[in-house]
């Protein structure tokens, strides 16, 4: 038996930004809770999937250097004062 294929029509990225606009509408009608928190997740899900998706908070964002050197580093970032 084979499987039924088919071709989207929409590539994946297209789809993901359609989804994650369409969570976002649907989130700004619903007051502050836990499902409107929730779609607002799946809406960030869906853009950083795209690749496109820029970091607005949290610690990654305000680390002073990179994410791969923080294993190298033996102590905290060190400020010249002088």
Known sequence: MQRRR???EVSLNAR???EAARLRVQAKK???GRERE???RKARQAEIATGEAKPEHGYLCEMPYQV???AKASS???FDWS
């Open 76 to 78: 905290p970032v060190q």
């Open 30 to 32: 619903l007051p502050l």
């Open 6 to 8: 088919f071709k989207q």
């Open 16 to 18: 993901l930004e359609q």
């Open 38 to 40: 929730e779609l607002v």
């Open 68 to 70: 791969g050197q923080a």
